[in-house]
């Protein structure tokens, strides 16, 4: 008999309620008047989707993730961006830091014995924050908005009646000594 995935995970950095203010700010300056926008508390930049999970599986990322050796950095969220087949809205940055490529390159290493095959298309990082956008926005350029990644999380998406919500598992510091 087939096991039961009982959870839907992923990691992510998960802003703080100043980067969320921020983030809102900058999206009322947009005026995006197409598509669904993502809820506020649901904003995230995933670092890998691990999609149905078993608890045991989940046990075996948790314990994973706290191997995960990387220094704290700052992000700049500066631009907007469009991807065309999803009809995504999102926010990102024009110079990502390494710091983050590593991370999420770190990560991926360690999770790998949990069952789980990081993406092999390029990881493009960003904050998704509409769906359904029929009309292709302009990409333009926002007032930075500084995110200090000091810690990344393991999210379950829960389903309610308005569609998902993400809710924090589990959280992991960065650690200065790296």
Not at 121 to 140: C, D, G, L, N, Q
Not at 146 to 174: C, H, M, N, T
Request: with cysteine.
């Amino acid at each position: 008999m087939r096991e039961k995935k009982d959870l839907r995970l992923f990691f992510a950095l998960w802003p703080d309620q100043a980067v969320r203010e921020a983030i809102a700010d900058r999206l009322s300056h947009i005026g995006l008047k197409d598509g669904r926008q993502v809820p506020g508390y649901n904003w995230h930049l995933t670092l890998h989707f691990i999609g149905n999970t078993t608890i045991d599986e989940k046990h075996c990322l948790d314990r994973q993730a706290n191997k995960v050796g990387a220094k704290p950095f700052e992000l700049i969220l500066d631009r907007t961006g469009f991807f065309k087949k999803p009809k995504v809205f999102w926010l990102g940055s024009h110079h990502v830091p390494g710091r983050l490529y590593e991370l999420q390159e770190n990560l991926g290493k360690e999770i790998s014995c949990c069952d789980y095959q990081p993406e092999t298309r390029p990881y493009s990082p960003h904050v998704t924050v509409a769906r359904k956008v029929s009309k292709e926005p302009p990409v333009m350029s926002i007032e930075p908005i500084k995110w200090f990644i000091d810690q990344f999380a393991l999210v379950e998406s829960v389903s309610v009646p308005q569609g998902v919500r993400y809710d924090v598992v589990e959280s992991y510091e960065l650690d200065n000594s790296c």
